[in-house]
């Protein structure tokens, strides 16, 4: 029987170990458990490495937030390894969180906080969503399934356009979450019924923006290109001068010329456009250049 490796990250203890028992109970799956997003990158990154690789990922759509009343979250970083059909806990996980927990989380696995927004990291949302889209990068052949408390169908079409197989919510029941697992293994996508009209919805705008942002990208020389793709790397004015063979005026100039045919006022918003545009950026394997810097 070919065993599945499902990693759950959620920085709420309580959540986390009563999910990973209850699934470790299955006859296939092997679960591990990680607290933060940087936690659950190395776990994915040290199976990689043993030839162990994870094929599931379940991660919580409000990674990051804090709540009260629910139990102390997982110190980051935090990784809980379960493993065995039985569903004994090892490693610092005592076996009394399955049975405490584990009929808990056959009735539906809730017990995740509510509320607040994500911290922010680096200016970006460390949250489940962003855990997507970096787990995507690293590890293609992960897949991802977003466990939310709430309906939300912006955030799901996120979800998706970042990588997920799907989304469910925290609230369903075990069989319906193994089920979701099994499918996302056969390359299939799980959307709560409610969600569907609303995701397409999000979907199709997204597009249309796409579209739009990838005709503003047309309108640039490849000079300009060339100096959107630093700019989305995130390399000061200095760094792109040095890089490109040009003055720090002409790149000055040439930042002038991306954002004003972009229609945007500031460096952020001109990356944000050219990223939805599907501009990535320059190779930096192996260089050492100059973050951070007044970039326009």
């Known amino acids: 029987m070919a065993r599945i490796r499902v990693l759950v990250v959620d920085d709420h203890r309580i959540f986390a170990e009563s999910l990973a028992a209850a699934l470790a109970a299955e006859q296939d799956v092997d679960v591990a458990a990680a607290g933060s997003g940087p936690a659950a990158l190395r776990c994915l990154e040290r199976g990689a490495a043993e030839g162990r ?45 399955h049975g405490g927990a584990h009929g808990g989380a056959h009735g539906g696995p809730r017990g995740a906080a509510h509320g607040g927004p994500a911290r922010a990291v680096n200016g970006r949302a460390a949250d489940g969503i962003w855990l997507v889209g970096a787990v995507r990068s690293a ?17 799901a079409a996120a979800a998706l356009q970042a990588g997920a197989s799907g989304w469910v919510a925290k609230d369903c029941s075990l ?23 609303g995701v397409l919805r999000e979907l199709t705008a997204a597009r249309k923006h796409r579209t739009e942002s990838e005709r503003l990208v047309e309108s640039l020389t490849p000079r300009e290109r060339e100096v959107l793709r630093c700019m989305v790397a995130g390399l000061g004015r200095k760094a792109v001068a040095e890089r490109l063979f040009l003055s720090p005026h002409t790149v000055r100039t040439h930042m ?27 190779d930096l394997a192996g260089e050492i250049v100059e973050r951070g810097g007044q970039l326009a």
């Open 53 to 97: 690789r994870f094929d599931v990922l379940l991660v919580d759509a409000d990674l990051g937030t804090a709540a009260d009343g629910v139990g102390p979250p997982l110190p980051a970083p935090a990784e809980l390894p379960y493993g065995g059909a039985n569903g004994t806990a090892h490693n610092g996980i005592h076996g009394g969180a």
């Open 139 to 155: 590890q293609p052949g992960v897949r991802t399934v977003v466990l939310a408390e709430r309906d939300d169908p912006r955030r």
């Open 256 to 282: 002038q010329n991306v954002l004003g045919k972009l229609g945007v006022h500031s460096t952020l918003a001109a990356v944000a456009l050219a990223r939805r545009a599907g501009v990535g950026p320059v």
């Open 175 to 197: 069989v319906r979450l193994l089920a979701v697992i099994r499918g996302v293994l056969r390359e299939e996508t799980h959307l709560p019924p409610a969600l569907l009209t």
